[in-house]
């Protein structure tokens, strides 16, 4: 409500001074104010401050001719003016092609007529006037649009998933195939099957607690009331304290042993093992209760995830938790997942996609995470199938810290 107040009293104040800006291109305030209304419903669904239709927005889409109304429909299309790649994340991998000259609608959004019983098939007749063959951006999130599109002949061929955790289904409709994705690259969140011993939890964490170590706060704008903390075990320095990451390849940014991981190695050891793949940093992360919590994000200014080969993977491993530990994520079809992650237990999270943690609890908690180059045997645990060389990737690796 105090954001809407605000917004009125600025937009007054603009509609008051009255004069001509060099962003209207031309265009008088209230013509661009209305425009950016009939995108209100666009809006609901965009995170990405960039994305959003606004005012300025507006006029250089007015200049361009890309806006269109028809009814209550409106859209913002465009005409390819290159062949261009679209990719699931800003590093991939590639999930089409967009060839020159083929219509790209990049923002679709219905203003709702109260009289029209059918706003679906309406925004259905709309999309199928568009010749062929085009492409249609849209947030998965929003069901209508999605029915819609579907309806109209338009096939999804992907997801791409914004910095800021837009799910943007990308939907084509023409003569072309193409090729998916591999599978594990779809997959947002998943339990393993692999268990520790809780006897064995109990004693590092006893071990962790008597220790009274002071854990760092992740300087991030999605990490509410510094709630989010962290220790290394493996890292880029031999200070536990340092929980940051460096860019570049594995050669480039060498991993190894901290001081708490000479205290605690022998234990960490039976959770490290029974991974099979070479590690990248492995932490202690820790969830304040009474409300610690990661708000909605992702993670993708490090290019090296994903599960294909020379990518990296994120494995959470509960130690300390409760019933009110509840983490979310968000699939490529917009669906929330929910999920409480329990002691022993040891989950694959694509920290490209849109997820969100929050402690409710009365107890902290505390897991153990650790990023894993991914390989064969890596994607054959992410697709829950059974394996011969589980333990023996690691099995050197872990003895070269373990000593």
């Given at each position: ?30 013509k ?26 507006m ?14 429909v ?14 699931m ?9 967009v ?6 609608i ?32 849209i ?27 837009d ?148 494995f ?88």
């Amino acid at each position: 409500m105090l954001v809407k107040v605000i917004n009125y009293l600025m937009t007054s104040l603009e509609l008051r001074e009255n004069k001509m800006k060099d962003w209207q291109k031309g265009y008088e305030l209230e013509k661009l104010i209305e425009w950016t209304n009939k995108f209100e419903d666009y809006n609901k669904y965009c995170h990405s401050p960039f994305a959003k239709a606004k005012k300025n927005g507006m006029a250089s889409s007015l200049e361009k001719g890309l806006l269109y109304e028809d009814g209550h429909v409106v859209y913002e299309m465009r005409t390819a003016k290159t062949t261009s790649k679209v990719k699931m994340f800003g590093a991939g991998p590639q999930i089409a092609e967009v060839h020159k000259g083929e219509k790209v609608i990049t923002k679709l959004s219905n203003t709702f007529d109260p009289d029209d019983t059918r706003p679906i098939q309406t925004m259905t007749d709309v999309l199928n006037k568009i010749e062929e063959p085009a492409w249609c951006h849209i947030f998965e999130e929003d069901g209508y649009n999605r029915e819609a599109v579907i309806n109209a002949g338009f096939k999804k061929i992907g997801t791409k998933v914004s910095t800021f955790s837009d799910i943007i289904g990308v939907y084509y409709k023409g003569g072309r195939k193409f090729i998916p994705v591999p599978e594990t690259e779809n997959i947002n969140i998943i339990k393993t099957r692999l268990e520790f011993s809780h006897a064995i939890i109990d004693v590092l964490v006893d071990e962790l607690i008597s220790m009274n170590l002071e854990y760092t706060n992740h300087n991030s704008n999605y990490n509410k009331k510094k709630s989010w903390q962290a220790l290394s075990l493996l890292g880029f320095s031999g200070d536990s304290t340092y929980v940051d990451k460096k860019a570049g390849n594995e050669e480039d940014r060498p991993i190894i042993q901290t001081d708490l991981y000479k205290k605690l190695g022998k234990i960490v050891t039976h959770f490290l093992e029974q991974l099979p793949g070479r590690f990248d940093r492995v932490r202690f992360m820790t969830l304040k209760p009474g409300g610690g919590e990661l708000a909605r994000h992702t993670d993708q200014t490090d290019p090296m995830w994903g599960t294909t080969d020379e990518k990296m993977v994120r494995f959470h491993m509960p130690l300390k938790t409760n019933d009110k530990v509840i983490f979310t994520s968000w699939d490529n079809n917009g669906t929330k997942h929910i999920h409480n992650m329990k002691k022993g237990e040891c989950w694959f999270l694509d920290t490209r996609r849109p997820h969100t943690a929050i402690n409710d609890g009365d107890d902290i908690r505390i897991h153990l995470v650790a990023d894993v180059w991914a390989n064969k045997d890596i994607r054959r645990l992410l697709k829950r199938e059974k394996f011969d060389t589980i333990g023996l990737y690691n099995k050197r690796y872990v003895e070269k810290y373990a000593s």
